[in-house]
């Protein structure tokens, strides 16, 4: 798990995004279309298209790090806001990132084989 202290924000990324987009393209869209400053320490998270694959990029006091996540069913919930970003809470970033829909958590599938 991210280590997300109480001053960190989360910032989900509305929208799609090209999830073949490194560090330092994720990066320039925070700065560039989202108006925010990358090395301010908080989290932001970006969702392709198809829905089941997020990435989530941190910028801390030592360097980047960019995180990512495919569900193998099903999709990640996500705001239906085409443009900015939307704040979230930590426990809804854990909500989400388990595939459960963070606005009503509930527990979707889980997988019970590997493959």
Not at 3 to 27: C, F, Q
Request: net charge positive.
């Amino acid at each position: 798990m991210i280590p997300v202290s109480a001053d960190v924000k989360i910032w989900i990324a509305t929208g799609h995004t090209d999830m073949r987009s490194g560090m330092n393209s994720l990066a320039r869209l925070v700065e560039q279309h989202l108006g925010r400053n990358f090395h301010d320490g908080d989290l932001y998270v970006f969702r392709g298209r198809r829905g089941n694959l997020v990435k989530i990029l941190w910028s801390d006091a030592l360097g980047v790090s960019l995180y990512s996540k495919r569900l193998e069913r099903g999709h990640f919930i996500w705001p239906s806001a085409k443009d900015g970003a939307i704040a979230l809470t930590p426990s809804a970033l854990a909500c989400l990132l388990e595939g459960i829909d963070w606005r009503n958590p509930q527990r979707s599938w889980r997988p019970s084989q590997v493959g």
